[in-house]
Structures are given as C-alpha cells and as structure tokens.
C-alpha cells in the first residue's frame, strides 16, 4: 500500500511539474502587457508556474508594422523556448493576427498550442474602437485607398490585415501581409509557411457575436465577407480551407482544431471573462 501511495504522489509531481507547459501571452493594439494581469493570474492558479505576458510593442509601438513587430516577437518568444522547450503561445485581439503568423513563420518554433481570443485571423473591414485615427475622418468605403498604399503598408498595423471585400483586387495586389499569411498569393516561403503551421499539435480559436471591434466577428475563426458583399462565410466555405492554403483543413482533419465560441462577450473582455477562461482556455493548459 506504502508503494502504491508514493507511485501516485510522484505521478501527481510528474505531472505538477513537466506536463504544464509553459505560456506566452501576446498582448492586443493600442494596449500593453498590463491588460493580460487578469488572464495571467488566472494561468497560475491553474498550475502552470511559468506565464510570460510579453512587454514589448506596447500602446503606440503596437501600431507598427507587422513584419516589423514580427521580428522583435519572434527574438523574445524564441528566448524563452530555447529554455523551456514547447510551449502555449496565446495571442489576444491583434496579438492572435501576430502569433498566428510568427507559427508560420517560424521553422522548428516549438509551440505546441496556439490559441487565439478574437485575433483578426481573416482581416478585418472595420475596427470601431479605432475609428478616432483614420476611419473618422475617410470611412471605412475608402480606407482601402489609403491603407494599400506601399508607404502606409509599411508604416500602419491595422492597414496589414484590412481586407476589404469590395476592392479584393487591390487587396491581393497591395496589402504585403494578409494574403501573404493566407498564402493566397505566391511568394517564396509558401510551402515552408504550411509547414512550420502544420507543427502545431493543437489550435484553440476563440470568438464570438457579442465582440463590437473585430468586423466581422467571424475572423476570430478565419471567417470573412464574401466578395463585393456583407454576407459572412464561415471558413469552412473559404479559399483558404477548401484549397488548404496553409494546413487549416489537414489540421483539422487530425481533430486538431476547436472552435470555441461565447456570446456577449465585449472586445475588451476577453481576457477579463472568467467564463472565457473556463470553458475556452483552462482544459488546454
């Protein structure tokens, strides 16, 4: 009985101590590593001892542009997996667009799980809580003209995953990063992108109709406007998974992807909702 008692209490320890793998946690636009206090803690009392909210590219630095915002997360995410191996990448609100696209990215980039709470994954056609920097004074019917411009493609975060279902050619032709991620268009890394993505053991997409940022809400699950339209098509009827642009429909077909969805949840709460925590997030740390 003595030795059956001590087996349990070193698979217990086993399990406290090597099966919680570390998380990363990637912090929203306009926002800091602050925002994520919440979650983290949440994380912890869970039993995982090692949580990195990342504090880097905060408020206004978070609305450089991606590829270069990519760069400096890619360093910092690779310091800590170089030390602790795999680990959970989660990425809130336009963290979820970015670490997303570090995971394709990024070859040998031992993330295990990625999860992302109401990340811009298909783009968006309209962000209300930013409407006070551009869309105040030209609308979202004529951002396009402005944020497909090469200079502003290089310059503005919101104008590399601005999708608008009206102007799909100029969308494919201008935007350097959207359509690149989606592998919609040809460019070099193409295969290499499906690969690294399809390292991944799980992908956790987390979203849902109460959000009143991300439009449409439905990109938080790589759904999107049909062309010339406001008519949503869930992914499942999209390019990128029918042709399996870069691993979505495979890594689904391994039972590898859950959709989570919670109504009534605020953009700014996803990382404050306890309910979120619980039903989405908890079971896969």
């Not at 698979?11 to 990637?26: A, G, Q």
């Not at 949503?232 to 990128?240: G, L, M, T």
């Not at 429909?249 to 619980?278: M, P, S, Y």
């Amino acid at each position: 009985m003595l030795k059956f008692t001590t087996l349990v209490i070193l698979l217990i320890t086993f399990k406290t101590s090597f099966c919680n793998l570390p998380v990363i946690i990637i912090h929203g636009i306009n926002a800091d590593a602050g925002t994520l206090d919440t979650l983290a803690g949440w994380i912890e009392k869970s039993g995982t001892k090692n949580v990195f909210p990342l504090n880097i590219y905060n408020n206004d630095e978070s609305f450089e542009e991606l590829f270069t915002q990519l760069n400096g997360y890619a360093k910092t995410i690779r310091n800590i997996t170089d030390i602790y191996g795999e680990a959970i990448l989660i990425g809130y609100s336009q963290g979820g667009t970015i670490a997303r696209a570090f995971v394709e990215m990024t070859a040998n980039h031992s993330i295990h799980t990625l999860m992302t709470l109401s990340g811009p994954l298909a783009g968006v056609y309209g962000l209300d809580d930013l409407e006070h920097l551009l869309w105040k004074h030209i609308g979202t019917k004529y951002l396009y003209k402005i944020c497909y411009l090469s200079e502003v493609q290089r310059l503005l975060s919101v104008c590399n995953y601005w999708n608008d279902p009206y102007h799909q050619e100029e969308y494919l032709k201008k935007n350097i990063y959207q359509p690149i991620i989606d592998n919609v268009v040809a460019h070099p890394s193409s295969s290499q992108y499906k690969e690294n993505f399809l390292q991944l053991k799980r992908l956790i997409l987390i979203g849902g109709p109460g959000d009143d940022v991300i439009d449409p809400w439905q990109s938080a699950f790589f759904g999107f406007y049909q062309n010339n339209s406001k008519t949503v098509s869930n992914v499942q009827q999209r390019e990128i998974w029918t042709d399996d642009t870069f691993g979505l429909k495979t890594l689904n077909d391994r039972k590898a992807i859950t959709f989570c969805q919670v109504a009534g949840v605020t953009h700014k709460n996803w990382v404050l909702n306890e309910t979120v925590f619980d039903k989405c997030i908890k079971e896969w740390l």
